[in-house]
């Protein structure tokens, strides 16, 4: 083998990912509320979850996410279930879990510039207060 063909293999398993093994999982729940059932609102959550491969994240993502499902009742008192709708998407993080790795990421256009050249619109940042390092240009 050459220098070059040696030093263009190197450079190619630089370049390969090896899998961390835990994997960010959107999942979407519906809130239903009276009766019969409405939909109200919509909630999608993250969760990690562990697993050699992606068929196997979702898996266990999919024994998981009932945890979350429970019962509820409005201020006025009507009834409500909080119920798993499905799985939105799923990413395989960088690096195992710890303090400070990015577990999610999303693009989002800001503001004034049109959803097709990036991506979603940038959603306001609420309460201001608990914006870092700040919500505003103030």
Do not use: N
Request: contains cysteine; aromatic residues 8%; glycine residues 8%.
């Amino acid at each position: 083998m050459s220098v070059g063909t040696r030093a263009r293999a190197s450079a190619d398993e630089a370049a390969l990912a090896y899998p961390s093994g835990w994997f960010a999982v959107q999942l979407r729940y519906a809130y239903l509320i009276g009766e019969p059932p409405v939909s109200r609102m919509v909630e999608d959550r993250v969760i990690l979850v562990d697993g050699q491969d992606e068929e196997t994240a979702l898996g266990r993502a999919c024994e998981i996410a009932p945890e979350y499902e429970h019962e509820l009742q409005t201020d006025d008192g009507d009834p409500g279930l909080i119920r798993f709708e499905g799985i939105v998407a799923i990413k395989e993080l960088d690096d195992p879990p710890a303090a400070g790795t990015e577990v999610w990421h999303e693009l989002m256009a800001p503001g004034g510039v049109p959803e097709e050249e990036i991506g979603e619109p940038l959603p306001p940042v609420y309460p201001a207060q608990m914006a870092f390092p700040r919500a505003s240009d103030d």
